[in-house]
């Protein structure tokens, strides 16, 4: 996801297309972005890297503030609830517990 938009303008001839669906692929890009932070929060706190893991979140909220400011509506529920999923998900508990 985050990659397919940039692919698309050094592929597509059509400036008109890639014009009129700037924000669209800009907001894709964003979704791919935050998912990538998402995972990586996730694995992070499941291995207690809690630095790690809150530096993930604060990427993955400012991603989502982006994505949120872009009106543009993209047919992809499934990402936003995975991410606030994510983001409001109980830490792990330590292994053996």
Known sequence: ???APSRLKS???NQNFLQE????????ALYGAAGE?????VLMEHQRL???AQ????????????IKNIPQKLS?????????RALS?????PPGQ
């Open 50 to 52: 809690t630095a790690e």
């Open 89 to 93: 998900g109980p830490d792990f508990a």
């Open 55 to 66: 530096e993930q979140r604060v990427i993955l909220e400012g991603l989502m503030k982006k």
């Open 11 to 13: 592929t597509l001839e």
């Open 76 to 84: 992809i529920s499934t990402m936003d609830s995975f991410l606030h």
């Open 37 to 41: 932070a998402a995972a990586g929060m």
């Open 1 to 3: 996801m985050k990659e």
């Open 21 to 28: 669906t700037a924000p669209y692929l800009e907001k894709l």
